[in-house]
Antibody, heavy 119, light 106 residues
Framework: QVQLQESGPGLVRPSGTLSLTCGVS?????????WSWVRQSPGKGLEWIGE???????NYNPSLKSRATISVDKSKNQVSLKLGSVTAADTAVYYC????????????WGQGTLVTVSS | VLTQSPGTLSLSPGERATLSCRAS???????FAWYQQKPGQAPRLLIY???IRATGIPDRFSASGSGTDFTLTISRLEPEDFAVYHC?????????FGQGTKLEIK
């Protein structure tokens, strides 16, 4: 079973860029899956940020598309998220997730990492 | 947009729980899912394809629905079922989640 592990700074300054990495173990980022990022603001629901395939095909939430970039690093077997021009509203737990054995729903999740945007 | 109701549901172990999720536009049940999330944990897939239980999910969990109205039913609540439940749909290369229903012990 594929395992996902998010990592990155827990504190980002306002107007800065949030950068996170999702390490993939037990499988390959080139396996054919789309790799997604999902976030959850404190006490709120889940928000899908976007997805990337190792071929370069991607889709993004229109509300975040202008600020989010997801990439796949085949050499490191990891997926990355960059979110620019952050504000306090971007404070959230960020998860990487993938539809590993089922299509169009997420049956494989990382444990999540909390990112706080504050000066 | 997916709207879940109620926001909070207070029930006792052994009771039946019915959670609803309404879509602002018709969605395919093939692309509809439900998740359970406990505090401090990532969501866990319960149901995909509208009504198919994910691996390891007990049969007290069932789901149905079509068009704009979808329902998750827990037939007899166990103590470990008290959590937050999220619905999710996929369409036009986008994923959308509901805001969640908190199922709490009465």
């Amino acid at each position: 079973q594929v395992q996902l592990q998010e990592s990155g700074p827990g504190l980002v300054r306002p107007s800065g860029t949030l950068s996170l990495t999702c390490g993939v173990s037990g499988g390959s980022v080139t396996s054919g899956n789309y790799w997604s990022w999902v976030r959850q603001s404190p006490g709120k629901g889940l928000e899908w940020i976007g997805e990337m395939h190792h071929s370069g095909s991607s889709n993004y939430n229109p509300s975040l598309k202008s600020r989010a970039t997801i990439s796949v690093d085949k050499s490191k077997n990891q997926v990355s998220l960059k979110l620019g021009s952050v504000t306090a509203a971007d404070t959230a737990v960020y998860y990487c997730a993938t539809p590993f054995t089922v299509a169009t729903s997420f049956d494989c999740w990382g444990q999540g990492t909390l990112v706080t945007v504050s000066s | 947009v997916l709207t879940q109701s109620p926001g909070t549901l207070s029930l006792s172990p052994g009771e039946r729980a019915t959670l609803s999720c309404r879509a602002s536009q018709s969605v395919s049940s093939n692309y509809f899912a439900w998740y359970q999330q406990k505090p401090g944990q990532a969501p866990r897939l319960l149901i995909y394809g509208g009504s198919i239980r994910a691996t390891g999910i007990p049969d007290r969990f069932s789901a149905s629905g079509s068009g704009t109205d979808f329902t998750l039913t827990i037939s007899r609540l166990e103590p470990e079922d008290f959590a937050v439940y999220h619905c999710q749909q996929y369409g036009r290369s986008l994923y959308t989640f509901g805001q969640g229903t908190k199922l709490e012990i009465k």
